[in-house]
């Protein structure tokens, strides 16, 4: 059984985050990408546009001094330009760890990503580890 290009996408986009490498997640991304991040923390709200997506990528690596991981639990397509992924996100930031379970919803047209909507299974822990939007 093969895996869905879509699915096979965002895998590559995971790996190219737990790498760092952000040409390649910048080249899998359109150039008007939107990342969602709920809740009322330092790095919620709408990322508008690719840099501004890797910006927000590096900054958790900023944050966290580089000990963020992120573990892929699943990665599931429904073969109409939609991929949803589950993860677990583990991090040190100052004298607090973090480890939640996340989830992804990602649009996928023409092979790229545009839209990414984060969910996440605690706000409140989220919005505690990474401190009071600015």
């Not at 599931?76 to 949803?84: I, S």
């Not at 990414?116 to 505690?128: K, L």
């Amino acid at each position: 059984m093969s895996e869905h290009p879509d699915a096979a996408l965002v895998r590559r986009g995971y790996q190219a985050f737990s790498t760092g490498d952000m040409d390649s997640l910048a080249a899998i991304m359109t150039a008007d990408v939107i990342h969602h991040v709920p809740g009322n923390s330092l790095f919620s709200g709408h990322h508008k546009g690719r840099e501004a997506v890797l910006d927000l990528y590096r900054g958790l690596g900023t944050e966290t001094d580089g000990t963020i991981q992120v573990q892929v639990e699943s990665v599931l397509a429904d073969g109409r330009g939609h991929v949803m992924s589950f993860h677990t996100l583990r991090a040190d930031r100052g004298d607090r760890g973090i480890e939640i379970r996340e989830g992804l919803f990602f649009t996928i047209v023409g092979g790229k990503i545009t839209d990414i909507d984060q969910c996440t299974e605690d706000i409140d822990e989220e919005d505690a580890f990474w401190g009071p939007a600015a």
